[in-house]
């Protein structure tokens, strides 16, 4: 437990230092999601009901917010991965008495713990910029997204596999965004069938809380079944999935660039 | 001297990605190396080295054998093994060039789970000993290739593992910073009890830093012996004749029938004897054509003839 400690503290501040180091970075990346928020929500109201304006604006907005979150947890151990063995530090990581995954793991709790701060603030100004107020209630949001989250890292551990084993993985990476567009985006309302997809419970019953001032206690037991076993069958999966790369990987004599 | 690495009967083949033809690159590795010993691993390019390095340090699963390290099998106890080992495989390219040299450290450390407070005072230590404390704050981005490399073996110094392992620690280095960096690794390996191995193409750092030098090549060790005594073993049969003509077809041909193990440099000929006697064959071939020899010296083998003639007579063989 200490050791995971030291781990997650070091990876933590290295996340923040590759923001701050990597600074033209990480503000164009705030604008850009700034602008892609402006877009969308012109969009919906050029092409939305205008009865349904605010409705419409507040479901771009949370749908916006988990679509950069979503990019950031599902990409994030893929493009370490593909980045360190460029770089050639991959070797070193696979070389600590502390198991590769659970480096891994957290370094995308340093990124979800940083990035976090990023989405807070996304946020704000997307509400501040469309002038439509969120119901922000932590107690039902924090569960809810927690949950939520373990589906994400699962899934993102299925891709660091594959980047541990193809390396060069960015053309996926690329098309990822708009998987993870199609699962943020589209509300289970209309695609039920999409209940079984990695995190499209949890998205959509943080949207109920924010939009509809949803809390814990409205939401039924179904729901929840869903969205627990959403989260622990993802979770398990990707890093049994990643192990098992890192096995085939090790076998092959795959690891880092060297 | 009890060993520390246990390398047993390793084998390792890899598909060739077009051909898909099977592709043996180490038949068999079998070496030990005991505590705080410095030992050089070496063999020419595609003899099994990187294969054999890649499986010491956890990062490959052999087809056949083992590799213990303090008694930790590599594959069944990887992390308990690795606790006992680390390395500097890429040199400078093993740190965070956006980092500075405290960050690269911290990071390094924390990853293998030492804790804060025993950072910092190892930290301290090695920035001393490796002379980088003015460079605490410096990103490695701006240090010189001497200074980094020195960094990278910093931070496999700051896990305070019993082995260390250097791929190519002076590659690249200029003359002063790889007589630094050399006398580094003894200090350590001295001081400090560290086991250290080296693997290198760099031959006057395997004679004059390594104990003892295991050669690979085809897959196969080829040599496991301590260095200065390959170095005795070779010199005793190692003669430069230095000629004022050139030799003719014939003579030449006998020349390479009789002594297989011979270099031409323009008129100077080195060459090596089984045994002392040879000398009076080799007398007999400049007899043959009255060839006037300037002078005759009996050559100080230098390590590297030694790895030539190793690797030479095994390809022969």
Known sequence: MTSFWNVLRVNTKMEFLELVRYKANTISLLLTFYIIFIAMMFGIQVIGDPAQAGTNTQFVIVNYIFWYFAMMVLQSIGWTISDEAMKGTLEQLFMSPVSPWKIFLSRMFGMIFNHFVLVIFLLFVSMATAGQWLNLNPFAIIPILLLTLASMIGVSFVIAGMALIFKQISAFLQILQFIIAGLTFVPLSVAPFMVAAPFVKGVDMTRQVMINGYTLADFTMVDYAWLIGNSIVYGIIGVGIYLACEKYAMKKGLLGHY | ?317
């Open chain 2, 1 to 317: 001297m009890g060993s520390i690495v246990t390398v047993d009967g390793i084998k390792k083949s890899y598909k060739k990605r077009k051909s898909k033809e099977e592709f043996v690159a180490v038949k068999g590795v079998s070496f030990e190396v005991g505590k705080g010993e410095i030992v050089g691993l070496l063999g020419p390019n595609g003899a099994g080295k990187t294969t054999t390095i890649k499986t010491i340090c956890g990062l490959l699963v052999p087809d056949e054998g083992s590799v213990t390290i303090n008694g930790f099998d590599s594959v069944k106890d990887r992390n308990k093994a690795l606790g006992h080992i680390s390395a500097v495989l890429e040199g400078n390219r093993n740190l965070y060039w956006r980092l500075n040299v405290l960050e690269n450290m911290e990071y390094f450390a924390g990853n293998r789970g030492v804790p804060k407070k025993e950072i910092k005072t190892q930290v301290n230590k090695l920035l001393n000993l490796f002379q980088l404390q003015d460079k605490k704050y410096e990103l490695v981005n701006n240090l010189s290739r001497g200074m980094q490399q020195k960094l990278a073996i910093c931070v496999a110094m700051l896990a305070d593992t019993d082995v260390i392992l250097l791929d190519e620690p002076t590659l690249g280095l200029d003359v002063e910073t790889g007589y630094e960096v050399r006398e580094l690794l003894r200090t350590i390996a001295r001081d400090q009890g560290k086991t250290v191995i080296i693997s290198t193409h760099d031959m006057p750092v395997v004679q004059d830093l390594c104990q003892r030098t295991i050669i690979i090549n085809d897959g196969k060790v080829i040599a496991n012996e301590r260095v200065d005594q390959l170095l005795r073993l070779f010199e005793t049969s190692a003669y430069q004749v230095n000629l004022k003509e050139e030799l003719t077809a014939e003579q030449r041909e006998i020349l390479e029938l009789k002594f297989p193990i011979h270099r031409w440099e323009g008129l100077k000929l080195e060459v090596s004897f089984e045994q002392e006697q040879d000398i009076y064959e080799l007398m007999e071939i400049f007899k043959k054509n009255q060839t006037p020899i300037e002078t005759i010296n009996r050559t100080e083998i230098n390590f590297e003839q030694v790895f030539r003639k190793l690797v030479k007579e095994e390809v022969a063989s």
